[in-house]
């Protein structure tokens, strides 16, 4: 059984700089695709980066130069380290993972394990 927990949100102010993480469980890194996700009040969940079993990094276009998306397997641990944050990046950050079946990308939506969630709030 796959197990999720993300941590690590706060409230910065823009510039500043968080750090999440996602402790996971019950998979094996190397076959399963694994992604950040967040969804702001009143949108859509949208895909911020992702990372393949081969540790090959993607990102939407909106966080491109500021996010870093990496892991630790020693430790099973998923990140998201972002920086020059901005008031649009104000959401719920969700990590995500399943199976890559050679498709991991920051457009893949079709996640079936996922953790509970952690609030960023940037303020101007």
């Known amino acids: 059984q796959v197990r999720l927990v993300d941590s690590g949100g706060d409230s910065v102010e823009t510039g500043g700089s968080l750090t999440l993480s996602c402790k996971y469980s019950?998979?094996?890194?190397?076959?399963?695709?694994m992604a950040w996700f967040r969804q702001a009040p009143g949108k859509e969940r949208e895909g911020v980066a992702s990372?393949?079993?081969?540790?090959?990094?993607d990102y939407t276009n909106s966080v491109q130069g500021r996010f870093t998306i990496s892991q630790d397997n020693s430790k099973n641990t998923l990140y998201l380290k972002m920086d020059n944050l901005k008031p649009e990046d104000t959401a719920t950050y969700y990590c995500?993972?399943?199976?890559?079946?050679?498709?991991?990308?920051?457009?893949?939506?079709?996640?079936?394990?996922w953790g509970h969630g952690t609030q960023v709030t940037v303020s101007s």
């Open positions: 995500a993972a399943d199976w890559e079946d050679g498709i991991c990308n920051s457009h893949r939506i079709d996640f079936g394990n």
């Open positions: 019950g998979l094996y890194y190397a076959s399963y695709c």
């Open positions: 990372i393949d079993g081969d540790g090959r990094p």
